[in-house]
């Protein structure tokens, strides 16, 4: 008994410490930002520091936001979904479904609340080393005083925890209005899996994608000079992931569809279950998708637009301003990228744990652990192929007007060395994180990790 | 056929499963609970056994063990006359796909696997062909038939363990396990059920070991063991339901007698462990 409980407490644990880095990093990487803001605010700053400060807390502030609002979400919404059983169970045992949304609501609420807290001192620190990669790069003078102020904790805390309340309201009343005997049956059959994509998703993708074109329109339109087109370039990719992402579970079908022949061909009964898993469990596999294509799109997006900018600078012109901005630039995209990639790393670890049982029930039917991690690695592969294919797609509005504004042409030369790299650390993060956690599951004996329900 | 062993415990060529003074304890400090206490047991190939006993008495326990899923924490298990002790995870799970077949209390259906789908599993696991004539076959017997593109989740309990009876059987195992197969189900299926697995020991030749709760359904088998805290109290060959009842109704009491018993004599072992004697029935 003690045994199951302690195992128990440790797959819940799983499934909050994801939702827990979600908060914490996101409000940190929020808290950096904002504090720009904050210092800007403050008297005794000078116009042109104060235009400079504020416009990069807004501008890159600004997707952070949104990027952390997307993770945060998605995260909850994952360790809620996946705890459908356990709900089903209170459900049965006389819980209203009232009770259960307080219940999802107050834990939600309390995660990103010390999430958050805990985020501050951190976001404080980060701040004030942007801060000093400013100075340092001549953006904003010397004298300029960091301050941490109502801005960073305001957006730092308030992000992260509305998106946080937003996704567990809107996930536990679908919970809670699942059916208990069809939670009961089968824990992983019962998750939600509306046939349709929400009407919300549909509409918030749209957008996205309506102001990655603006800004690639603007990017395109800005001409060959400075940084005005980089400026908007920057961020068309963030925008367009984003919306791709909203229609993850559809690309991830495609993909599937794309892939299953092959699969079917070649892996034999993993390929064969992988398949399986991935045509009825599209939503939970898509999970993932979304750290993907943001880590690769923006990866490569950004890179290639400095790449660009680089090549179309004359040498003469290489200023200290010039490096700076690189610097800035890829301190600014090194800070998102690796967001992503820790959000990618944090989905595919708890969604991978939590197929535990999953594995057990396969392994009891007489699967190898080979055949387990076959299974695994084949239904990655889909993942990959899907997040390196709409990745690059999202690099585009970032780097096809970025082009066209500094060469007049819309193609850019090739750079695969750089795709190459980035691909790779999205293959390596990906097959490294699902496979070892899966190695970890296999390592409890089957018959234990099925024991539960009984 | 087997070669024999030349171990102390060699277990006949005839044997389908033999354990010997196997021992399981769950749990730690405060928590512990001896599952199984130094079972020994041999059924010969060929025969159907029902394991009988009071909830918790170790009676899943006990199959999950003789079928290598569960490790004993000391004494040897054969099955089909070979050693399970010492063999690594995945050459364990090589011998059960082709010798073993299992029907879980849970039934363990992969949820998004169809009926048909979740019946192949094993064959396609072990790269098996995939007789699907057999499949339905078996699906057909089970009462099925119509059901074959059903996920588990949109069927009832015992349609559900009647899935996992057609899995366990579509591979054709020397010997299936069977944990309470016929505990979702109705008189009629539960008859159904019986009857089939009564058939594929007589006419397969296949062996047969099942855990249930109900007299009737250990009155289909050609032997029953009794299980008590672990133990092996007692055997009953050619077992009716109504002797069946009879014997739990005062397995209670003989529980408790043996228990006092074995606080005067210490040295009690074989003579109540060792099911493979008849005892005179009470
Ligand atoms: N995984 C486990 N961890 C701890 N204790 C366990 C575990 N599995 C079984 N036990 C304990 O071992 C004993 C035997 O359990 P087992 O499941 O074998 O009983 P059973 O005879 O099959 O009962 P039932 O008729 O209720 O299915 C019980 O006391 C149970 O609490
Ligand atoms: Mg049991």
């Known amino acids: 008994m003690f045994g199951l409980a302690v195992r128990s407490v440790r797959r819940r644990a799983t499934a909050f410490v994801a939702t827990f880095l979600a908060v914490f990093l996101g409000a940190v990487l929020v808290m950096a930002f904002g504090a720009l803001a904050d210092t800007g605010a403050a008297t005794g700053v000078s116009d042109l520091d104060q235009e400079t400060l504020t416009t990069m807390a807004v501008v ?250 680089n090549d179309t600078t004359p040498l003469s012109g290489v200023s200290a301003s010039e490096e700076a901005v690189e610097t800035l630039n890829f301190v600014i995209t090194g800070m998102i990228v690796l967001f992503a990639c820790i959000m990618l790393i944090n989905t595919l670890v708890a969604a991978t744990t939590h197929r535990r049982r999953e594995f057990g029930q396969q392994r009891l039917v007489g699967a190898t652990h080979r055949q387990v991690l076959g299974m695994v690695a084949a239904e990655n592969l889909v993942l990959i192929v899907a997040g390196l294919g709409f990745g690059t797609i999202a690099a585009l509005p970032t780097v096809l007007p970025m082009s066209y504004a500094k060469t007049d042409s819309w193609l850019p030369d090739p750079e695969p060395g750089l795709w190459l790299g980035t691909a790779a650390v999205a293959v390596v993060v990906t097959l490294a994180a699902s496979l070892g956690t899966a190695r970890r599951v296999l390592r409890t004996p089957a018959i234990e990790t099925v024991a539960r329900a009984g | 056929m087997t070669g024999s062993q030349t171990t102390r415990n060699a277990p006949e060529a005839t044997e389908a499963l033999r354990l010997v003074r196997v021992s399981k304890t769950y749990g730690g400090d405060g928590t512990r609970v001896t599952a199984l206490d130094d079972v020994s047991l041999a059924l010969p190939r060929g025969t159907f056994t029902a394991i009988m006993g009071p909830s918790g008495s170790g009676k899943s326990t006990l199959l999950h063990c003789a079928a290598g899923l569960d490790k004993p924490d000391s004494g040897t298990v054969f099955v089909d006359g070979q050693e399970l002790r010492g063999r690594s995870e995945t050459e364990l799970t090589k011998f059960r796909r082709e010798r073993i077949g299992f029907v879980f209390q849970q039934f363990n259906l992969l949820p998004t696997l169809t009926v048909l789908q979740n019946t192949t599993l094993p064959l396609k696991l072990a790269g098996r062909r995939v007789d699907l004539n057999r499949a339905r076959a078996v699906l057909e017997r089970v009462g099925l038939g119509q059901r074959l593109d059903h996920l588990p989740s949109q069927l009832s309990g015992g349609q559900q363990q009647r899935v996992a009876i057609a899995r366990a059987l579509v591979t054709a195992p020397s010997v299936l396990f069977a944990d309470e197969p016929t505990g979702a189900l109705d008189t009629h299926s539960a008859r159904d059920v019986l009857t089939l697995l009564q058939e594929s020991v007589r006419v397969f030749g296949q062996t047969v070991v099942m855990v249930t709760h109900d007299p009737v359904a250990a009155s289909y088998a050609d032997a029953v063991l009794f299980l008590a805290d672990g133990r092996l109290v007692g055997r009953m060959s050619n077992p009716t339901a109504q002797a069946v009842a009879e014997r739990l109704t005062y397995l209670g009491d003989e529980v408790a007698r043996q228990r006092r018993q074995q606080r005067h004599q210490v040295g009690l072992d074989a003579s109540v462990a060792t099911a493979g004697r008849p005892r005179k029935e009470i």
Not at chain 1, 96 to 104: C, E, H, N, S, V
Not at chain 1, 137 to 154: H, R
Not at chain 1, 231 to 258: E, K
Request: glycine letters at 12%.
């Open chain 1, 60 to 309: 890159v502030g600004g997707w952070g936001l949104l990027l952390v609002a997307f993770a945060v979400t998605s995260t909850l919404t994952l360790s809620v979904h996946q705890r459908a059983m356990e709900i089903a169970l209170l459900k049965s045992a006389g819980a209203t479904p009232a009770q259960l949304r307080q219940m999802i609501l107050g834990e939600a609420g309390l995660l990103a609340v010390v999430g958050a807290l805990v985020a501050v001192p951190f976001g404080a620190l980060s701040g004030r080393g942007l801060l000093a990669l400013l100075k340092r790069t001549d953006q904003v003078s010397e004298e300029v005083a960091y301050a941490f102020g109502p801005v960073a904790l305001g957006t730092g805390l308030g992000v992260t925890i509305l998106a946080a309340l937003g996704a567990a309201v809107v996930t536990s009343r679908r919970v809670a209005a699942m059916r208990v005997t069809a939670a009961l049956s089968s824990a992983a059959a019962a998750e939600p899996r509306p046939k349709r994509m929400g009407k919300a998703r549909v509409i918030a993708g749209v957008v996205f994608f309506g102001i990655s074109l603006q800004l690639s329109v603007m990017a395109a339109l800005a001409g060959p000079e400075g940084f005005d087109a980089m400026q908007f370039a920057g961020s068309a990719d963030i925008m367009f992931g984003l919306g791709l992402a909203c229609f993850a579970p559809v690309l991830m079908r495609w993909t599937t569809t794309l892939l299953a022949g092959p699969i079917l061909r070649f892996s034999g009964a993993s390929g064969y279950l992988a398949v399986l898993n991935l045509r009825q469990r599209t939503a939970q596999l898509a999970s993932a998708l979304t750290p993907v294509i943001l880590f690769v799109g923006i990866g490569v997006g950004t890179l290639w637009m400095q790449v660009i900018h």
